[in-house]
């Protein structure tokens, strides 16, 4: 199952990768936001990271006004790696090399061609391991410092 979420600067977007994401018959859970009234992205970074911490969705998806916020917040959730993607490369490499389980997006940033080929490549993009596992692991006990 895959979480989603957004604030009311990445509601219109979202609404057009939920198209994609029932297009394609990917289970999903939408955290809201559901209309454009004014929010706190932190509220919905944090429900869509829980549903994966708790095990109960495999990946994110978070959409704020630049993606900023919604992926900050996120990363102060143990056990999330949000990144932050606006181009292919980054979507793609952020799974091979960073294991990472949100993809964030700005919904006042980029348009919904490329936020749905973004999400594509990250959804069925596996991490490659090998070395990068040692630096995830290395990144994850970071955690465990402060
Ligand atoms: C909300 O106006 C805006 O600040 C938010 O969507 C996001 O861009 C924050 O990083």
Redesign the pocket.
């Known amino acids: 199952m895959i979480a989603i979420g957004c ?1 009311h ?2 509601f219109a977007l979202k609404q057009e990768i939920i198209k994609y994401l029932e297009e394609q018959q990917i289970p999903y859970q939408d955290f809201g936001t559901y209309s454009e009234e004014s929010c706190d ?1 932190p509220e919905y970074a944090e429900k869509v990271a829980r549903s994966i911490t708790s095990g109960e969705a495999e990946k994110g998806i978070l959409i ?3 993606g ?3 992926s900050i917040a996120a990363n102060k959730i143990h056990g999330i790696r949000a990144a932050l993607c606006h181009d292919y490369f980054s979507a793609k490499y952020t799974r091979l090399h960073n294991d990472a389980n949100i993809i964030a997006m ?1 919904g006042r940033v980029i348009g919904p061609g490329l936020a749905v080929e973004l999400v594509d490549v990250f959804l069925h993009t596996e991490f490659e391991g090998g070395r990068h596992a040692r630096r995830v692991e290395k990144m994850m006990a970071l955690e465990e410092k402060d």
């Open positions: 604030d600067g990445g992205y704020c006004g630049t900023i916020g919604i700005g």
